[in-house]
């Protein structure tokens, strides 16, 4: 009888282990957020870089992390040092651009052409006034949807 | 009248010698590992703002904490919640000089290694560093790398017991700027 007893609880032991094993592997290699289908703030360049340029940190924070999606003009198409294709869109702001990394480039963009861009806004970076430079708003893991 | 003249040729002369000193990025790029025998993680930020002026050697570098991209989402979660506190510290910081500005030449192609203090600022808590960085110089452009090392208990980040054997305590930092003259 104690022999069964020891097994039993052998056996719920090893079941439990196991199973908070495959939860915590399952956790650790849970996947990005797939951007493309989640669903989105829509707005446009101008009037998101304007919300965020002058707000205060505290009332910005509720658009860090959301996904957005940008209606805009395209100012300059660049690549960055790992290679990702960089959209800068247009602002109300001279020197001000909506900073957009891509996930997936786009195809065919050129400076002028109007797009819709997806993705994750991850804030706005004040400039320097010394240098008469405007900050840009961030998104990044973009995805051209027009 | 001429004087007038005279004098906003001087003052149009002296903005464009003023601007010509200046550089700067908005896509600076810079990344952390931490190497340990059990896990290697790497992270990057390519959204960081940078202005360089090459005549005084100031320099500054701003991002967002939530721009860091790492290969695992459970990483990416943690980084934010639980050791950088983004929404507490949405921003990291360096500003400082380049010690030795005044051996690089702008108008001459080259490689130049100087040395940078300045304020480090991660996490809330703001330390003096001093760096090692390399400018270059290549027909008219202007890029700055520089690689070192920063404790996580010097900026108050904790890392729990359960995970020590995981991340590394002494994290590397790589930064590169490609500059553009404003």
Redesign the interface.
């Known amino acids: 009888m104690r022999k069964k007893i020891t097994i039993y609880i052998i056996v719920v032991v090893a079941a439990v282990i196991a199973i908070a094993g495959i939860i915590g592997y399952q ?7 797939d951007i493309k289908d989640a669903k989105a703030i829509e707005t446009t360049a101008v009037d998101f870089y304007t919300n965020l340029a002058n707000i205060s ?1 505290q009332k910005s ?1 509720s658009f ?2 959301k996904v957005v999606a940008v209606a805009g003009t395209v100012k300059e198409v ?1 690549k ?3 290679g ?1 294709q ?1 959209i800068l869109l247009k602002t109300s702001v001279d020197g001000g ?1 909506l ?1 957009c ?1 891509m996930e997936q480039p786009a195809d065919n963009v050129m400076a002028g052409a109007t797009v819709v861009i997806k993705g994750v806004c ?2 706005y ?4 006034k010394d ?3 405007p ?2 708003v ?1 998104l ?2 973009c995805y051209q949807l027009k | 009248m001429s004087k007038v003249l005279t004098l906003f040729i001087l003052l149009t002369c002296m903005h464009t010698r003023i601007n010509a000193q200046l550089y700067y990025t908005k896509n600076a790029a810079i990344s952390f590992f931490s190497r340990t025998s059990l896990q290697d993680i790497k992270a990057d930020n390519n959204q960081a703002i940078s202005v360089l002026n090459i005549q005084s050697g100031t320099i500054q570098l701003s991002l967002l904490n939530t721009a860091f991209h790492f290969p695992k989402a459970k990483m990416e979660e943690d980084f934010n919640e639980d050791y950088i506190e983004s929404a507490r510290y949405p921003k990291s910081t360096f500003k400082g000089t380049i010690a030795d500005i005044g051996k690089i030449d702008v108008g001459k192609n080259g490689s130049y290694s100087v040395k940078v203090n300045g304020d480090l600022m991660i996490h809330g808590v703001t330390k003096s560093i001093t760096v090692p960085a390399t400018i270059i110089i290549k027909n008219g452009t202007l890029s700055a790398s520089a690689s070192f090392n920063v404790l996580a208990k010097d900026y108050n980040i904790r890392i729990p017991t359960i995970v020590e054997n995981k991340i590394a305590e002494n994290i590397q930092i790589t930064i590169n700027c490609d500059y553009e003259k404003k």
């Open positions: 956790i650790w290699n849970k996947p990005h957020q940190n924070a860090i992390n660049s960055n040092r790992l990702q960089v651009s900073n990394t991850t804030g970076i004040e400039g320097d240098m008469d430079l900050g840009d961030y990044t893991r």
